[in-house]
């Protein structure tokens, strides 16, 4: 078995490189599609956001107004609260998840892809948190894999995604730059991390790099496996 943390900036192509890995037989999951998960109604993640964000950020149906909370979180300086909440719901379902690749395939790779592995423990440290589960990495994943690409590039990508026509183009751009600036460089996470990948844009060249390094995470999972 062997636990991946696959990371990296918004718009690094985290995403694509964990499709490529999931082509190759890893086990993968989102940590953004756990979070929306344990963001809808009925969840305590839900509940907890709404008691310290108020009901405003609520939509009339019940369920959360998902751009009102970016709004106070990303632009209101409230993102450490909301990231409060929903990491360490995040990091519990990512270890029960784990647990049930593991039991049905003890070889397997099994990868998380999550933007902030590395925030999180900053975040946590900042506040005093420094015991905390979800800031002992090593704990909880075996390897980190960091996906790089310019600012630039990051940013041009979130755009494309978010707003594809050119009239909130600017917003975008602006939402793109606050969140990027919450986020660790690529050059300090670099060094911490066990792999890189570099996606300067090229799809068939990053997927040459994940080729190479499918490998050498089989042969990982393969040796612990046998201890």
């Known amino acids: 078995m062997l636990r991946v943390g696959l990371t990296g900036g918004l718009g690094s192509g985290k995403s694509t490189v964990a499709a490529m890995l999931r082509e190759l037989g890893a086990e993968v999951i989102e940590s953004d ?8 109604p009925g969840q305590a993640a839900f509940n907890e956001i709404v008691h310290v964000f ?6 009339p149906d019940g369920r959360l107004n998902r751009d009102r909370l970016a709004e106070l979180a990303f632009r ?16 519990e379902a ?6 049930r690749v593991f039991e049905r395939d003890p070889a397997a790779v099994a990868v998380v892809v999550s933007a902030l592995i590395f925030e999180v423990e900053r975040d946590a440290r900042e506040s005093g948190e420094a015991t905390a589960v979800f800031t002992e990495l090593r704990k909880r994943i075996d390897r980190v894999v960091l ?12 755009v494309d995604r978010i707003s594809p026509s050119a009239r909130n183009r600017p917003a975008a751009e602006a939402d793109a730059r606050s ?10 996470k670099a060094p911490r991390a066990d792999y890189l990948l570099e996606n300067t844009g090229d799809i068939e060249a990053l997927r040459a790099q994940v080729r ?7 042969q990982e999972s393969n040796l612990n496996l046998d201890r």
């Not at 108020?54 to 939509?59: F, H, T, Y």
């Not at 996906?147 to 979130?158: G, H, L």
């Not at 969140?179 to 300090?188: F, N």
């Open 33 to 40: 599609e756990l979070g929306r998960m344990l963001m809808e």
């Open 94 to 99: 990512q270890r029960q998840w784990m647990s």
């Open 54 to 59: 108020g009901e405003g950020v609520l939509l």
């Open 76 to 91: 209101g300086g409230r993102v450490k609260e909301l990231n409060a909440i929903i990491h360490p719901a995040v990091i």
């Open 179 to 188: 969140r990027l600036a919450l986020q660790i460089p690529d050059s300090e």
């Open 212 to 218: 190479e390094l499918w490998p050498r995470l089989k």
């Open 147 to 158: 996906v790089t690409a310019p600012d630039s590039a990051k940013i041009a990508r979130y």
